[in-house]
């Protein structure tokens, strides 16, 4: 069973993480779409904007990989898991999967109203970019936690 709870941790990390992308981008996309139907030469600037949320979605494959691979099942001896230590992976998946779920919609908030910013003031992307990096920093914390969290434990 041990070896279940490794599993779902690193199922819970991607698909979490992977669904406050596909949210956050979709919301960016939505505003940029409508720019983009009354000014096309801004598609490029628009285009960073909406990529910024797709980071978590990433962040999470990243813990996924790490938790699978913490157990052998990316090439090597699938280990004998306790329950005990396939619940600890489990709840070390947590923090990315967590983090990356609502960063990636409130990011996708974010760039979708710098997505106005460019409308209006095309000369100021850097800024929009900067309010949407700083939502950003919370789903690297929850990466990192997680990385913390899987070293730590002891296979």
Not at 19 to 41: F, H, K, M, Q, W
Not at 42 to 66: C, E, S
Not at 117 to 122: E, H
């Amino acid at each position: 069973m041990g070896i279940a709870f490794a599993i779902a941790g690193a199922v819970i990390a991607v698909s979490l993480a992977g669904i406050g992308s596909a949210l956050g981008t979709g919301v960016v996309g939505r505003a940029a779409s409508g720019l983009i139907s009354v000014d096309p030469e801004k598609f490029g600037k628009v285009l960073l904007l909406q990529a910024l949320p797709g980071t978590q979605g990433i962040y999470g494959f990243l813990g996924a990989i790490m938790a699978l691979q913490k157990v052998g099942l990316l090439g090597g001896e699938v280990a004998a898991l306790s329950v005990e230590t396939g619940w600890q992976i489990f709840f070390a998946c947590l923090p990315i999967a967590l983090t990356g779920l609502v960063s990636g919609l409130y990011q996708g908030r974010v760039a979708a109203a710098a997505v106005g910013i460019v409308g209006k003031k095309p000369n100021e992307l850097g800024k929009g970019i900067i309010f949407a990096a700083v939502v950003e920093t919370y789903a690297v914390l929850g990466l990192l936690a997680t990385i913390l969290l899987l070293n730590g434990i002891t296979v």
